[in-house]
T-cell receptor, first 117, second 113 residues
């Protein structure tokens, strides 16, 4: 149980284009989903928290207009990187938490490696 | 600023030995604590959660929590080369935006043959 999928696993895009990343909880309903980014040899940095049906809460310093998050259902959240630039190249990882499971456990998707050329 | 501190390592142990990983945290109000394992190039995998003071064992893993000292540890018995990874300590905190995990920078573990 507690399987989270993420798609695509790897994407290369040109500077100025937008990229959408999907995160799905496969065997449970995710009341809350989280989006992280991780630079090489660095720890996870929380970008935003989203609850199903409401606006995402962004961490300080994260541009909400650049990183659009939608959590339309209890099993799907999407992150869109708009007008991507090379500095947005990173490993993006989603996680999901569920009510009814042990409090505050988060289960991570396999991640999406974004390269902006 | 809520902080979670870990020694970055690398921590090298011989195969079959006990690996001891440590973590301290600053938020006294934290109630939930987690250990994640992350292999290079992969996403984190939850291996242990602990909520009460004392020890919690699961197979070769034992998590230890001391809230008075704000200290969490993970012991790995009979370490195997496949345990070589970065271990992330995570602590739950409640902010205006809801519950979220704060991660340490991770300790790299190397299990040598």
């Amino acid at each position: 149980g507690a399987v989270v999928s993420q798609h695509p696993s790897r994407v290369i895009c040109k500077s100025g284009t937008s990229v959408k990343i999907e995160c799905r909880s496969l065997d449970f309903q995710a009341t809350t989903m989280f989006w992280y980014r991780q630079f090489p040899k660095k720890s996870l940095m929380l970008m935003a928290t989203s609850n199903e049906g409401s606006k995402a809460t962004y961490e300080q310093g994260v541009e909400k207009d650049k990183f659009l998050i939608n959590h339309a259902s209890l099993t799907l959240s999407t992150l869109t990187v708009t007008s991507a630039h090379p500095e947005d190249s990173s490993f993006y990882i989603c996680s999901a938490g569920a009510s009814g499971r042990y409090p505050y456990e988060q289960y991570f998707g396999p991640g999406t490696r974004l390269t902006v050329t | 600023q809520k902080e979670v501190e870990q020694n970055s390592g690398p921590l090298s142990v011989p195969e079959g030995a006990i690996a001891s990983l440590n973590c301290t945290y600053s938020d006294r109000g934290s109630q939930s604590f987690f250990w994640y394992r992350q292999y290079s190039g992969k996403s984190p995998e939850l291996i242990m959660s602990i909520y009460s003071n004392g020890d919690k064992e699961d197979g070769r893993f034992t998590a230890q929590l001391n809230k008075a000292s704000q200290y969490v540890s993970l012991l790995i018995r009979d370490s195997q080369p496949s345990d070589s990874a970065t271990y992330l300590c995570a602590v739950n905190s409640f902010t205006g935006g809801g519950n979220k995990l704060t991660f340490g920078t991770g300790t790299q573990l190397k299990v040598e043959l």
